[in-house]
């Protein structure tokens, strides 16, 4: 029952290239910064990500991305980086977009056994007829895109099915977690976690407070232990290293 590895480098030896991962983090907030820089320094590479955004230049996921590790995103958001914006365009890497909450539920299906559900959001567009392009090729022109999707009236109103989805690992970031496994995650950062961490065959999870087994009341847990394989507890530089994303100050 004790999950806790000695280190995050420990907790993420195993992953292979080509390993498919669901990320936890929105923007910057709650995003597995120690974790994702081990997998950096571990070398996998042709990596199948799923993440709302691909991190920022220089941080989180965009560690990865610079780097050329990572073959494919499943996600909802390009924006913030320009690395991940010119890589797509250029037909460097293959990007499945999606609507953000239908990526958040999506994830939730996989966790929860749910294969397929129905949901509104997407009628009408390319997300249903297909078209999306998920890759580009070199000149331009669209090489390979997103096929159409099955639709369904309920209640009179179309729907589209959209898949579960489940991933060999997840990394996630959690901020108060015991040794079981047991996850509470403060603010923003319970974001796409708990989700990412659903989705994940074998899930990691470094926390910024580790506690004792039956230190976390049972009401206050968010995540239970049976969804977390590994915990890594950081230390108190690493815990505080958040950035901001966007600041806005009065003058």
Known sequence: MNKVRGSAAEAVADIPSGASLAVGGFGLGGVPEVLIRALYEQGASGLQVVSNNCGVDGRGLGVLLAAGRIARVTGSYVGENKEF??????GELEVELTPQ?????????????????YTPAGVGTQVARGGLPWRYAPDGTVAFASPPKETRDFAGRPHVLEHGITTDYALVRAWRGDRHGNLVFRRAAANFNPLAAMAGRVTVAEVEELLEPGELAPGAVHLP??????????????????QIEKRTVRS
């Open 101 to 117: 909450g239908t990526l958040a539920e999506r994830l939730r299906a996989g966790g929860a056994g749910i294969p397929a559900f």
């Open 225 to 242: 232990g049976i969804y977390v394989q590994r915990i890594v507890a950081l230390s108190p530089d690493e815990a505080a290293d958040k």
């Open 85 to 90: 914006a010119r890589q797509y365009l250029s």
